[in-house]
């Protein structure tokens, strides 16, 4: 599926189509409806980047005690802990 931006609207929010994606996909992000990876995935930005656009916006990345726990769980699995 394909969203269609009509160029008035593009002109009127003084973005770029780049930076128009951007705040659409952190505002995904921040109401917890699409991960960092899909936000990177889609606007192509690395890890780095995402952080300092959270950064900007007064935003923090999503972790809660379930990914916690899940990257123990990991670390364990992998001899590492």
Do not use: C
């Not at 930076?19 to 995935?41: C, D, M, N």
């Amino acid at each position: 599926m394909s969203v269609i931006i009509p160029n008035d609207i593009l002109r009127a929010s003084n973005m770029t189509e780049d930076e128009l994606k951007l705040e659409i996909a952190i505002l995904l992000y921040q109401q917890g409806k699409i991960s960092s990876g899909k936000v990177r995935a889609w606007t192509g930005i690395t890890v780095l980047e995402f952080q300092h656009q959270l950064a900007k916006r007064g935003l923090h990345i999503n972790y809660d005690v379930e990914d916690f726990e899940s990257d123990i769980k990991t670390l364990q699995s992998m001899g590492l802990l």
